[in-house]
């Protein structure tokens, strides 16, 4: 009887210290998401794929435990290239920890690059199996990503990793996006100068942007630590390519240190075009430079 | 007037030669020999280095976030496991060794003798996630500095420039030793004091440690969904819409305390700054907490017949 009536006044002070206390915890929960110190509860069909195991363990706070149990055992899915298997493990990991950018950025990698490229040479696929699912894991990768981005506005590792996947030619290219990402995380200001040239290199790819790319050019040639190979020449191409151009010369040394040093660079921009920036006038600069008895 | 004196509540000497004997006795119970485990997950932890993108420019952090996963996971499933387990042992133990009888015949009010056994727990508690830390601290500070030089050479050697320099060095600065991730194992310590409490309280109830310890499993759990409840509720009991339900939901928001606001840890574990107004907040909250379950607990052993 005691027992009881103990259990009874318990029951009711606990209900009542709820009532003052509820209002207060309520508003720190707010303001702990809004502050992004602690995250919106897992949605029901997380809890339900990774199991009820682990979904006791996430809800009991070690969701960083399990995410990293995950992410092991995803290794294993890498190494046994079962990358459907790998790319719903991240899938699971990002949303038990969706502000850990390192696992937006290597899932996105394992599926844009390992997955795809393992598709792409399994010589026991059909030819256009091969090629539809190199493709479809490229998309997914990327669609990875960018989810990462909306969570981490401004991470500009994600936003850089966006840039380069957006910009490789071989992963079936949108160079506007490309720039616009390597343009946002170079304005989070806590990019480095890579992510600016990278920027550029994506917006002079990108049709009818020539006069954007040649402004943005010539504000990056300015500082010297700018002035790379690939950098030197793209600012050169894209003034050869302005209607009211001055002569070739004359823009060579604007954009060169020397004459030999231009036919260097334009020699190797011209060979080592993986990225398939603009070539413009390289050519005929390089035939000019070669008849003026150049040597690099 | 001397008796009087002797009788007063919490007398801090009675509550510390109580605690210091729990302590004691706690230690003498091996748990120490959990750090040796720990020790060998924080050594091992910083083994495993998953592939990851690892092209000219990317500035990689990974590793140092691994470890960080395992090392305050391991703490945190320590802190929990022990709140319960060690509090839901004490009062049984005590009953089975006799000591109770002892202690009780003496003038020592029950309110001291609670406060002090949780105290011992609590401190035990703390002096294991202190060394805990350390090692994590000493484990985390060599990678993270043994990542920052590598990192560092590599960007000199590739022409980076001092802005981009000093960014990737705040970057792997955010990732190694930080105060947050300090505020992140207080957070934890925090939780544990809460569950240790609960844990009490439950306890005075029953006459079974298994029961005890399920329980208290079973309240942390509905306390680390009680802001889903909260928020259920919010939803759903719009007026002219109460169901059962959402009046459950209700009740398990009013009656737990809300775990998931101490898992800024998670946040602390990114790298993200912890405010110190976080902190003050939360150790706000246990202390209520605590002194409510601490006070439960008294009314309900103050008239527990051994």
Request: contains cysteine; glycine residues 6%.
């Amino acid at each position: 009887m005691k027992l009881w009536r103990n259990i009874v006044v318990v029951f009711l002070v606990l209900l009542a210290a709820g009532w003052v206390k509820s209002p207060w915890e309520e508003g720190k929960q707010r303001q702990f998401e809004q502050q992004g110190l602690v995250w919106r509860p897992l949605e029901p069909d997380v809890k339900k794929k990774i199991g009820q195991t682990c979904a006791v363990v996430a809800l009991g706070g070690l969701r960083s435990v399990v995410a990293s149990f995950l992410n092991l055992s995803a290794y294993g899915s890498f190494e046994n290239r079962d990358w459907v298997k790998l790319s719903e493990k991240f899938d699971l990991i990002v949303a038990l920890q969706p502000r850990t950018t390192y696992y937006w950025d290597v899932g996105a990698w394992h599926m844009a690059y390992n997955a795809a490229m393992d598709y792409k040479e399994n010589e026991s696929l059909p030819a256009a199996r091969q090629e539809a699912l190199h493709r479809a894991f490229v998309l997914r990768g990327r669609s990875f990503l960018e989810r990462g981005v909306v969570n981490n506005p401004h991470e500009w590792t994600l936003l850089s990793s966006l840039g380069r996947f957006y910009g490789t030619p071989s992963k079936y290219p949108d160079y506007a996006k490309s720039a616009a990402a390597y343009e946002r995380a170079w304005k989070t200001g806590k990019a480095r100068n890579f992510e600016a040239r990278a920027w550029l290199y994506s917006l002079a790819r990108v049709e009818g942007k020539q006069r954007e790319a040649l402004a943005l050019a010539r504000q990056l040639f300015v500082r010297d630590r700018n002035r790379v190979d690939t950098l030197c020449c793209l600012l050169f191409v894209l003034e050869w390519s302005q209607p009211d151009a001055p002569p070739t010369l004359e823009l060579l040394r604007r954009c060169f240190e020397n004459e030999s040093q231009a036919l260097r660079m334009l020699r190797t921009y011209r060979e080592n075009n993986a990225e398939m920036l603009p070539t413009a006038g390289v050519e005929h600069a390089i035939s000019l430079l070669e008849s003026r008895g150049v040597k690099p | 007037m001397g008796k009087q004196q002797s009788n007063r509540w919490l007398q801090p000497r009675r509550v510390s030669v109580i605690a210091m004997n729990t302590f004691t006795q706690l230690v003498r119970m091996k748990v120490f020999y959990f750090l040796m485990i720990f020790s060998v997950i924080a050594v091992v932890a910083q083994f495993l280095d998953l592939p990851q993108y690892n092209g000219v420019e990317a500035v990689y952090t990974g590793e140092l976030q691994i470890l960080k996963d395992w090392c305050m996971g391991v703490m945190k499933l320590f802190a929990l496991v022990f709140a319960i387990a060690a509090t839901a042992l004490l009062l049984p133990k005590d009953v089975e060794d006799r000591t109770l009888y002892t202690i009780l015949a003496k003038p020592v009010p029950r309110l001291d003798y609670l406060v002090g056994k949780l105290t011992g727990v609590l401190l035990l508690i703390f002096v294991s996630l202190l060394l805990m830390n350390v090692m994590m601290t000493v484990v985390l500070g060599y990678r993270a500095g043994a990542l920052l030089d590598e990192q560092v050479q590599m960007a000199v050697s590739r022409g980076w420039n001092e802005p981009a320099i000093a960014s990737m060095r705040a970057e792997i600065q955010a990732q190694g030793v930080t105060w947050s991730l300090q505020a992140g194992v207080f957070a934890i310590f925090l939780q544990a004091c809460i569950v240790g409490a609960v844990s009490m309280l439950l306890s005075t109830f029953s006459t079974s440690t298994l029961f005890t310890i399920m329980v208290s499993f079973m309240t942390y759990l509905a306390g680390s969904f009680q802001a889903d409840a909260a928020e259920f509720y919010r939803v759903y009991a719009k007026p002219g819409n109460t169901t059962l339900t959402s009046v459950l939901m209700k009740g398990v928001a009013l009656i737990f305390p809300n775990y998931q606001l101490f898992n800024i840890t998670d946040a602390a574990m990114q790298g993200q700054v912890i405010p110190l107004a976080a902190v003050m907040d939360l150790t706000g909250l246990t202390a209520f907490y605590v002194v409510l379950y601490t006070l439960l607990s008294w009314f309900v052993f103050s008239d527990k017949e051994f």
